[in-house]
């Protein structure tokens, strides 16, 4: 073997960047999910908007005791997402579990190892993206069983939404509502929209809505919320990305409406 090469030292290190990217989105997901992390690649991951994820442990079922669980796990969770670096937004991507531990009490979570930096929730976005419409009647469909749907029901009637019809699907495992065809979802929409409702939330970080949204809203001739699809739309606006996306839904065309 011949003689390795003398290995010098630059005379001058580069200069640096303040950041790798211009704006850094951190995303807590289940250690079960199969589909937030790819529909924030799709809708929020770009050159200027970095997204950093961390897994917690979850375990089937999908029950209000189970989601209740998780709780302990978001501080080291959220610390484990770029250590003693500022986040322009963080969210926990579990809608059920939101509803049930409660948007403050995640909040202050989180907030424990990523001090000052807004965190989104699935509901608490599905809420802003449903007041950006000025809708007040809504359908609701979840693929959760009654148990897990009833906390779903009152977060919404308690912030002044008329639950027109709540459907949901009977699932316990979130690994199964993750395989639900996009397609199926557009044919549910259709039988789960009440009449007289303004706009449809479909809830659930597992399900595939966000493809399957613009065909759901062309289905039912109203706009569609979902669960990822929401989070997304917040974390772009929070990161100041105001670009239209309208292959993601009418409400990646709007702004985010003032709490």
């Known amino acids: 073997m011949k003689p390795l090469p003398e290995i010098k030292i630059h005379p001058k290190r580069p200069s640096l960047d303040e950041r790798p990217l211009d ?3 951190g995303l807590i997901i289940l250690a079960t999910d199969h589909t937030s992390e790819p529909d924030f690649r799709r809708m929020v ?4 908007v970095g997204v950093y994820v961390a897994r917690i442990p ?37 809608t059920s579990a939101s509803v049930v531990i409660g948007d403050a009490e995640i909040e202050t979570a989180i907030q424990a190892a990523k001090s000052g930096i807004p965190v989104v929730t699935p509901p608490m976005a599905g809420v802003r993206g449903l007041n950006a419409f000025g809708v007040r009647r809504i359908s609701i469909l979840t693929p959760y069983t009654v148990e897990t749907s009833r906390p ?6 308690a912030r002044g939404f008329e639950i027109a019809s709540f459907t949901c699907l009977g699932f316990e495992d979130d690994r199964e509502m993750a395989r639900i065809p996009p397609t199926a979802l557009v044919d549910l929409v259709r039988q789960a929209t009440h009449p007289q409702a303004d706009a449809l939330f479909v809830s659930c970080t ?29 974390c772009l606006r929070l990161c100041g990305d105001e670009r239209a996306h309208p292959e993601f839904g009418r409400l990646m065309t709007l702004p985010l409406p003032r709490d």
Do not use: H
């Open 45 to 48: 991951a770009s050159e200027r």
């Open 23 to 25: 704006k850094r989105v």
């Open 206 to 234: 597992a399900l595939r809505g966000a493809l399957a949204v613009t065909g759901m809203e062309q289905a039912i001739g109203r706009p569609v919320v979902t669960s990822n699809q929401a989070t997304a739309w917040n």
């Open 58 to 94: 979850y375990a089937n079922p999908t029950t209000p005791e189970n989601l209740r669980k998780m709780q302990p796990a978001l501080t080291a969770g959220a610390a484990l997402i770029l250590p003693g670096e500022k986040l322009d937004a963080i969210c926990y991507s579990c």
């Open 152 to 157: 779903m029901a009152a977060y919404f009637a």
